[in-house]
C-alpha cells in the first residue's frame, strides 16, 4: 500500500501544523508580555525588597531652594512627575558618586513613560561649599538630566527633616570637615508628596520592580 498523502491531505496537515504553531506563538508571546509587565504589590512585599511605602503620602509644605542651573527649586518644581531625591554633596568621596553613578544606570532601564515622567534630584547637604555654580560642574557629570540643589542651611535642613533625612558635619583632623548623612533615596509622588523610600544598600532589581508596582497603584 502506498503511505503518499493525497494532494488535499498534505495541505491539510500544512494547515494544522501551522495552526499549531501560531497558538504555541501566540501563548509565548502572551508569557513574554505578561512577565514584563509591572506587577501590583503589597507594601509587605515592597518592604521585603527594599522598599519602604508611607501609608499615607506626606506633604512637603513650603520650601525655596534653588537648583544648579540658579532657578528656584520649589513644591511646583515636584508637581506633575515622579521625583528621586538623594542627599549628597560634592566633596563627599565614595557614597555620593557611587550612589549617582547608580541613579544614572537606573534611570537607563527605565523604559516609556517610567522614564519620561522621572526626574532625579540630588539636594547637597554641604550648602556651605556647595554653591549652584560648584553643584554644575558635579551633578551633570552623571547624568545631564539631573538636577542639583542647594540653598541656605536652614532651608535644606527643613526640607531634609521632612523627608526623615537627618546629616551632621563632621571635623577633621586637619581642620576641614566631612558631612555625615544617610544613603536611601526618597519618592515624591506626581503630587509633590513623599510617597516611599528606597533603602541601603540599593538593588538593581528589587528597586526597579517596586517603583514600577507603586506606580501601578498610584494609576488604579
Known amino acids: 500500500m502506498s503511505s503518499d498523502h493525497t494532494p488535499a491531505q498534505s495541505r491539510g496537515i500544512k494547515i494544522t501544523v501551522a495552526v499549531v504553531v501560531a ?10 508580555h505578561r512577565i514584563n509587565q509591572p506587577r501590583a504589590m503589597t507594601p509587605t512585599e515592597m518592604l521585603a525588597n ?4 508611607l501609608q499615607t503620602p506626606r506633604d512637603l509644605g513650603d520650601f525655596e531652594l534653588v537648583d544648579h542651573r540658579g532657578e528656584p527649586f520649589t513644591p511646583e518644581r515636584l508637581e506633575g512627575h515622579w521625583t528621586l531625591v538623594f542627599f549628597g554633596f560634592t566633596h563627599c568621596p565614595d557614597i555620593c558618586p557611587t550612589t549617582m553613578a547608580f541613579l544614572n544606570q537606573f534611570m537607563q532601564q527605565l523604559e516609556g513613560t517610567e522614564a519620561d515622567d522621572t526626574e532625579v534630584v540630588m539636594v547637597s547637604v554641604d550648602p556651605a561649599r556647595d554653591t549652584p ?23 535644606v535642613h527643613r526640607f531634609a527633616t521632612a523627608l526623615n533625612t ?7 583632623d586637619d581642620g576641614n570637615y566631612t558631612v555625615d548623612h544617610g544613603g536611601n533615596v526618597m519618592v515624591i509622588n506626581p503630587r509633590g508628596d513623599y510617597h516611599a523610600f528606597f533603602r541601603t544598600p540599593l538593588d538593581m532589581a528589587r528597586m526597579k520592580t517596586t517603583y514600577r508596582a507603586m506606580r501601578v ?3 488604579r
Open 166 to 172: 537627618p546629616f551632621r558635619k563632621v571635623p577633621l
Open 217 to 219: 497603584l498610584w494609576d
Open 133 to 155: 555654580e560648584q553643584l554644575a560642574e558635579y551633578v551633570p557629570f552623571f547624568n545631564p538630566a539631573f538636577i542639583g540643589v542647594t540653598g541656605e542651611f536652614l532651608d
Open 50 to 53: 527594599g522598599t519602604v511605602l
Open 23 to 32: 497558538f504555541i506563538l501566540v501563548v509565548v508571546a502572551s508569557f513574554v
